[in-house]
Every structure is written in structure tokens, then in C-alpha cells.
């Protein structure tokens, strides 16, 4: 089991900055992708940006350019810095962290969620 907690939401104005941080335990030595996803009231869960084990990254088309995904795999600690924040990336900010398969190791590719963390941006 891993569980992971999102941390720094909160409110922000039209262009300004703002870096959550999602912390993972538990049984992270099988953890390979991580990513954040977000949801927007009355709308559906989107991806918004995708890291790779190996640090390959991939962003929302409407994220590109703005938004960047890092993790720190000592610290078992994934990060979205977000700039120029607009009203539409108001929404609850997710993490997701995915097992590789090896069950050898005893990993078996399953997926966790956190519980998100709100960021609202002003006009």
C-alpha cells in the first residue's frame, strides 16, 4: 500500500505562482509514474502532467509551458510548480503514484490517489 498527501493549495490571483507537493509512503520502492490529475467543479478528472521513473515528462496541452512536474525519489516527493496560474486551473489538484509490475519484488502494477488539494484562482 502506498499513501500519498498533497500539501500547498490554496488561493492565488490571475498570473501568480503557486507549488504543491505530494508526499508519498508506505511501499514506494515499487512506485514507477507519478502524476497529477485535476477536477474542476462540474467537470471530469483530467491528466495535467505525467513524470516517468526515469524522469520523462509530459504535460496537458493547456498546462504546457506553465506548469512543471518534478519528483524527488530520495524524499519520495512529487511536485507541480504551477505560473501564470489562470481562473480555468481552478480545480482540486490529485496525485497519483502507479506500481510497476515485478512480482518478483512483490509489485503488481496497482494505482493510489491522493486526496487533493484545492487551488482557486482569482480574477
Known amino acids: 500500500q502506498v499513501q500519498l498527501v498533497e500539501s500547498g493549495g490554496g488561493s492565488v490571483q490571475t498570473g501568480g505562482s503557486l507549488r504543491v507537493s505530494c508526499a508519498a509512503s508506505?511501499?514506494?520502492?515499487?512506485?514507477?509514474?507519478m502524476g497529477w490529475f485535476r477536477q474542476a467543479p462540474g467537470k471530469e478528472r483530467e491528466l495535467v502532467a505525467l513524470?516517468?521513473?526515469?524522469?520523462?515528462?509530459n504535460y496537458a496541452d493547456s498546462v504546457k509551458g506553465r506548469f512543471t512536474i518534478s519528483r524527488d525519489n530520495p524524499k519520495n516527493t512529487l511536485y507541480l510548480q504551477m505560473n501564470s496560474l489562470k481562473p480555468e486551473d481552478t480545480a482540486v489538484y490529485s496525485c497519483?503514484?502507479?506500481?510497476?509490475?515485478?512480482?518478483?519484488?512483490?509489485?503488481?502494477?496497482?494505482?493510489?490517489w491522493g486526496n487533493g488539494t484545492l487551488v482557486t484562482v482569482s480574477s
Open positions: 497519483n503514484a502507479r506500481h510497476r509490475i515485478d512480482y518478483f519484488r512483490g509489485c503488481y502494477g496497482k494505482a493510489y
Open positions: 508506505g511501499d514506494t520502492k515499487c512506485i514507477s509514474d
Open positions: 513524470i516517468e521513473e526515469g524522469g520523462s515528462t
